[in-house]
């Protein structure tokens, strides 16, 4: 099991950037990908952006380009940079990860983001 503590977020202009960040504890070893998944009000949870331990990534279509997910496997952080938000972006933000078998290992405890004029 992990445990994933969340910081950053909170309330920005359209344009604007903010950053959330995501410390792991626990079962680390266990640990390939780590991710940040968010939930709207009315919306499904859905991936945001995703790395696996060597670096690879994954965003989904609606940030490429506007956010950045990075990792520092000696702190057992994973940090994502929020470029040019949009109001659409509003949302409360988790940390996840999944074990090198595919399976959920923990979530954070989540942090709003606004986006707002």
């Known amino acids: 099991q992990v445990q994933l503590v969340q910081s950053g977020g909170g309330l920005v202009h359209p344009g604007g950037s903010l950053q959330l960040s995501c410390q792991a504890s626990g079962s680390i070893s266990l640990i390939n990908t780590m991710g940040w998944y968010r939930q709207a009000p009315g919306k499904q949870r859905e991936m945001v952006a995703l790395?696996?331990?060597?670096?690879?990534?994954n965003y989904a279509g609606s940030v490429k380009g506007r956010f950045t997910i990075s990792r520092d496997n000696t702190k057992n952080t994973v940090d994502l940079h929020m470029n040019s938000l949009k109001p659409e972006d509003t949302a409360v933000y988790y940390c996840?990860?999944?074990?090198?078998?595919?399976?959920?290992?923990?979530w954070g405890q989540g942090t709003q983001v606004t986006v707002s004029s």
């Open positions: 996840n990860v999944h074990t090198y078998y595919g399976t959920s290992a923990g």
């Open positions: 790395i696996t331990r060597d670096g690879t990534t």
